[in-house]
């Protein structure tokens, strides 16, 4: 019995130890296992992940070239907002939009939240073609608005070239008007190709739009005379000057000083001689102060010099 006793504790304590082994070895293996598992899931792409991986890199480059393209749309509209705003606007003398229209709100995008993977590669894939098409119509529509721009400087350009204002400054009556009048020497009734008006001799003479002071003379019987290129088929004659401001082939501007008030000439006292000429057949001057005066001054003028009267040269 004592032997019995023995071999069987020995049996027992064996025993003990083949669990403890199993388990320490099942322990190893668990966690050798999750091991790899971990491995095989954090640092190896399975084909599906791998698949995933290869669409969101397309996606994301699709996505990417949306956004650029919408970056050019976005400037190409800055520029049509700046000459709406700037140019066309300010002609009309209207004021700018106001910024809660030419801004709206956008869409939220939580109604796409739900997309799937097909559907939004058909959504991009749409929105670029829409976003191309936009983009050439954009292209198309600046190119008009460039001409427009062009057209708008060329009007000022031509507006700045007309007669606007009186020659003399605060002049306020004709001395002898446009049309037939008596001729101070021959006393016969002739066509006066522009108007007389009264200045004490050395007041100063302005040009009335901008041009080019030409070398030809206006005539004989002019005396000191200045005639002015102002294209678009307007020329002005300024006669009987004392004294001239400037020089042929120079440039000047509307309100420019040119000279003096004369009496050159074949002239019956001190005046300027005035004239306008559109496509090379005179015109009366009177009918281009719009710049500088006021309705009631305009008509004085105009009433004055409607008189058949003699002219001064």
Known sequence: MPFLNQKFRFNKKELRRIIVRILWFGATALSFAVLVIWISFYLFNSPREKMLQRENNELKLALKEVNSKLNSINLVLDDIQDRDDYV???????????????????????????LSHDEAIELIRATSKKTDR????????????????????????????????????????VASGFGMRYHPILKTLRRHAGIDISAPRGTPVYATANGVVTSENAGSGYGINIV??????????????????????????????????????????????YEVHKN????????????DITPKEYDEILETSKKINQALS
């Open 134 to 173: 936009i983009m050439l119509r954009l292209a198309l529509q600046s190119r008009s608005l460039d001409t427009v721009n062009r057209l708008v400087i060329e009007k000022e350009k031509m507006l700045q070239s007309i007669p606007a204002i009186r020659p003399i400054k605060n002049m306020s009556r």
């Open 228 to 273: 002015i290129n102002h294209g678009y088929s307007y020329k002005t004659v300024y006669a009987h000057l004392s004294k001239k401001a400037v020089r042929a082939g120079q440039r000047v501007i509307r309100g420019q000083l040119i000279g003096y008030v004369g009496n050159t000439g074949l002239s019956m006292g001190a005046h300027l001689h």
């Open 88 to 114: 066309y606007r300010a002609i009309f003398e209207t004021d700018p939009i106001d910024r809660e229209e030419r801004y709206p709100f956008l869409l939220e995008q939580s109604e796409y939240a739900d």
């Open 280 to 291: 090379g057949i005179p015109v009366n001057p009177v009918h281009f102060f719009f710049s």
